[in-house]
């Protein structure tokens, strides 16, 4: 099972790195994101609690930017799916003796180590901001990060099952993947946004994925503006994480929607 | 007697309201090259995605090689390998990386890969192209990989579902060859689904599947048979009128197929001064000529082939 797993693993990996266009994109659309906002609102943005530190936006941006980047990886990295739906190694694959769960892990686990390689690139960045890591913080946000990658390629596989043109895929996924974005606290504190606001935040799942980064990355110091404690972000991710992966083993086990 | 490779009995599929296959009855002997002639929309491909277990019939039975489709799928998909209309193949990866990855899916080492590209490499003429990408590959080419992947796991049955799809008559010729060439080595069963006729005609036995029901089973030559020996055919616009004055004044047997008519008398020769004396005017051609499976599935679907491929299946070519 662990050599047909690693086989699909591979097969994703390779895929990605010997598409230009997507190694790229995946690198410079983030990071052209961050800079942008980072130094737009660097002079407007003030931190509503009074923590006593006040840090730059650019640096409290940097745990959603991670984020970001492991989602959109993840997320994106599950199209061929819906490409390869009536033609293509899908089919084959589907007839295969294999289970789908062994699928779905080949093919997640190859979304997740995309996500993971994309963020953790951008974590060579954060000398310049902040305190200086720690080894801990370092392996805590990179755990965080293959949480959040596996999470969103298995989310990515159960839609990519029910959906049947790339458009459509981008259009449920963008329309899903903003606002889970904007409204997770990487984009703003919630804790000076209006009170339904602030719940939207609680009841978004991806919020406590990015409490665990920005908790990881001031590691073992306190972080600023974070929710909850790592107690309570980091098994909340995991149980999420776990929750997409049964559904997308759940959905691949029907049948993919016809053209 | 020789066994089964597949046997369907009463087989019926039905995708809500509309019946893609109704009562399908087929037996496969092992080591044959069994056709499955029909338009796109005829219950080819569902018959396939039965037999490979990727849906559960509605009703009948289906087993492969004395298992049933609905017991243990494994056991069946080990046993099967299937070339599918489109290549399953991805582009951007090297033949052997493709073949790696589906030899992980049929459970096959990266020793026992190496061992049965040894044997199958050189028979499709890929031994020097194995580490191009695929994408590289002309159209010919990437269907005899797909066939090698096919045949990784050294299957006793092999689907081949329209495998020549977007082909070039060369190519087609090339794929065949080589298709002959490992049958002989292999030995292996062959269920062909195809809606040509050429192809047809290399089957040991066929049934046309016509709007999801059988409609002739037979050798090619028993089909050809069914319609008639060498026989008068007449083209003529309204060969429904044609047939009913033909049998009317000249007092012989007459079929309609298709657009023609056939005239079915032990001495077509003779009639024919007669008839262009009688309808002339109305005769576009008349062929004496053996009948081929194109008239036999005229005859039993009443309508040509091509008429009945009216909705493509694939839209990815």
């Given at each position: 099972?662990?050599?047909?797993?690693?086989?699909?693993?591979?097969?994703?990996?390779?895929?990605?790195?010997?598409?230009?266009?997507?190694?790229?994109?995946?690198?410079?659309?983030?990071?052209?994101?961050?800079?942008?906002?980072?130094?737009?609102?660097?002079?407007?943005?003030?931190?509503p609690?009074?923590?006593?530190?006040?840090?730059?936006?650019?640096?409290f941006?940097?745990?959603?930017?991670l984020?970001?980047?492991?989602?959109?990886?993840?997320?994106?990295?599950?199209?061929?799916?819906?490409?390869?739906?009536?033609?293509?190694?899908?089919?084959?694959a589907?007839?295969?003796?294999?289970?789908?769960?062994?699928?779905?892990?080949?093919?997640?686990?190859?979304?997740?180590?995309?996500?993971?390689?994309?963020?953790?690139?951008?974590?060579?960045?954060?000398?310049?901001?902040?305190?200086?890591?720690?080894?801990?913080?370092?392996?805590l946000?990179?755990?965080?990060?293959a949480?959040?990658?596996?999470?969103?390629?298995?989310?990515?596989?159960?839609?990519?099952?029910?959906?049947?043109?790339?458009?459509?895929?981008h259009a449920?996924?963008?329309?899903?993947?903003?606002?889970?974005w904007?409204?997770?606290g990487?984009?703003?504190?919630?804790?000076?946004?209006?009170?339904?606001?602030?719940?939207?935040?609680r009841?978004?799942?991806?919020?406590?994925?990015?409490?665990?980064?920005?908790?990881?990355?001031y590691?073992?110091?306190?972080?600023?503006?974070?929710?909850?404690?790592?107690?309570?972000?980091?098994?909340?991710?995991?149980?999420?994480?776990?929750?997409?992966?049964?559904?997308?083993?759940?959905?691949?086990?029907?049948?993919?929607?016809?053209? | 007697?020789?066994?089964?490779?597949?046997?369907?009995?009463?087989?019926?599929?039905?995708?809500?309201?509309?019946?893609?296959?109704?009562?399908?009855?087929?037996?496969?002997?092992?080591?044959?090259l069994?056709?499955?002639?029909?338009?796109?929309?005829?219950?080819?491909?569902?018959?396939?995605?039965?037999l490979?277990t990727?849906?559960?019939?509605?009703?009948?039975?289906?087993?492969?090689?004395?298992?049933?489709?609905?017991?243990?799928?494994?056991?069946?998909?080990?046993?099967?390998?299937?070339?599918?209309?489109?290549v399953?193949?991805?582009?951007?990866?090297?033949?052997?990386?493709?073949?790696?990855?589906?030899?992980?899916?049929?459970?096959?080492?990266?020793?026992?890969?190496?061992?049965?590209?040894?044997?199958?490499?050189?028979?499709?003429?890929?031994?020097?192209?194995?580490?191009?990408?695929?994408?590289?590959?002309?159209?010919?080419?990437?269907?005899?990989?797909?066939?090698?992947?096919?045949?990784?796991?050294?299957?006793p049955?092999?689907?081949?579902?329209?495998p020549?799809?977007?082909?070039?008559?060369?190519?087609?010729?090339?794929?065949?060859?080589?298709?002959?060439?490992?049958?002989?080595?292999?030995?292996?069963?062959?269920?062909?689904?195809?809606?040509?006729?050429?192809?047809?005609?290399?089957?040991?036995?066929?049934?046309?599947?016509?709007?999801?029901?059988?409609?002739?089973?037979?050798?090619?030559?028993?089909?050809?048979?069914?319609?008639?020996?060498?026989?008068?055919?007449?083209?003529?616009?309204?060969?429904?009128?044609?047939?009913?004055?033909?049998?009317?004044?000249?007092?012989?047997?007459?079929?309609?197929?298709?657009?023609?008519?056939?005239?079915?008398?032990?001495?077509?020769?003779?009639?024919?001064?007669?008839?262009?004396?009688?309808?002339?005017?109305?005769?576009?051609?008349a062929?004496?000529?053996?009948?081929?499976?194109?008239?036999?599935?005229?005859?039993?679907?009443?309508?040509?082939?091509?008429?009945?491929?009216?909705?493509?299946?694939?839209?990815?070519?």
């Amino acid at each position: 099972m662990m050599y047909t797993v690693t086989a699909l693993w591979r097969r994703e990996l390779i895929k990605f790195l010997r598409d230009k266009s997507r190694v790229g994109g995946a690198v410079l659309q983030p990071l052209v994101v961050w800079l942008l906002l980072g130094f737009g609102f660097r002079d407007t943005f003030q931190l509503p609690s009074s923590t006593g530190t006040d840090i730059p936006y650019l640096e409290f941006l940097f745990p959603g930017m991670l984020a970001l980047v492991a989602l959109f990886t993840s997320i994106f990295s599950t199209i061929s799916i819906v490409e390869e739906r009536k033609s293509g190694f899908l089919q084959a694959a589907l007839a295969a003796p294999v289970s789908r769960s062994v699928l779905v892990l080949g093919a997640t686990l190859g979304g997740t180590t995309l996500a993971v390689g994309q963020s953790g690139l951008f974590l060579i960045l954060l000398p310049f901001l902040g305190p200086p890591p720690t080894v801990a913080g370092l392996a805590l946000m990179l755990f965080v990060l293959a949480l959040i990658g596996l999470a969103f390629t298995a989310l990515g596989v159960t839609v990519a099952w029910k959906i049947r043109t790339t458009r459509g895929f981008h259009a449920v996924m963008n329309l899903f993947l903003i606002p889970l974005w904007v409204l997770s606290g990487a984009f703003f504190p919630p804790t000076g946004a209006p009170p339904l606001l602030q719940w939207i935040v609680r009841l978004n799942p991806f919020s406590y994925g990015v409490d665990a980064l920005r908790t990881a990355m001031y590691w073992p110091g306190p972080a600023p503006e974070v929710a909850t404690s790592l107690a309570v972000s980091l098994p909340v991710t995991i149980v999420f994480t776990g929750l997409m992966f049964a559904l997308a083993v759940r959905s691949v086990a029907t049948p993919i929607a016809p053209e | 007697m020789p066994s089964l490779a597949v046997d369907v009995d009463n087989l019926t599929h039905r995708y809500g309201e509309r019946t893609a296959l109704d009562e399908v009855d087929l037996s496969v002997h092992e080591g044959a090259l069994f056709g499955v002639l029909g338009p796109n929309g005829g219950g080819k491909t569902t018959l396939f995605r039965i037999l490979s277990t990727l849906i559960r019939p509605t009703k009948g039975t289906a087993t492969v090689f004395g298992v049933d489709v609905r017991d243990r799928p494994d056991a069946i998909r080990k046993r099967i390998g299937i070339v599918f209309q489109s290549v399953a193949l991805d582009a951007e990866l090297t033949v052997r990386e493709n073949l790696r990855t589906h030899a992980a899916l049929y459970g096959v080492s990266r020793r026992g890969l190496d061992e049965r590209l040894d044997v199958l490499l050189p028979q499709f003429g890929l031994v020097d192209r194995v580490d191009e990408r695929v994408s590289m590959l002309s159209g010919g080419l990437k269907r005899r990989v797909d066939l090698v992947r096919g045949l990784l796991h050294a299957p006793p049955l092999l689907l081949l579902d329209e495998p020549t799809t977007g082909l070039d008559p060369a190519a087609r010729h090339s794929f065949w060859e080589t298709v002959d060439r490992v049958r002989r080595n292999e030995g292996m069963t062959i269920l062909l689904a195809t809606h040509s006729m050429e192809e047809a005609e290399r089957c040991d036995r066929l049934v046309i599947l016509d709007r999801g029901a059988i409609v002739a089973n037979g050798t090619p030559e028993e089909l050809r048979q069914g319609v008639g020996d060498e026989t008068l055919w007449i083209e003529c616009s309204d060969p429904r009128a044609m047939a009913d004055s033909m049998t009317s004044r000249l007092n012989v047997d007459t079929v309609v197929i298709g657009s023609r008519v056939q005239v079915s008398d032990p001495n077509a020769h003779n009639v024919l001064p007669a008839l262009y004396e009688a309808f002339g005017r109305d005769i576009h051609a008349a062929t004496i000529r053996r009948p081929t499976l194109e008239d036999v599935f005229m005859l039993h679907a009443g309508r040509s082939l091509e008429d009945a491929d009216t909705t493509p299946e694939t839209p990815d070519r």
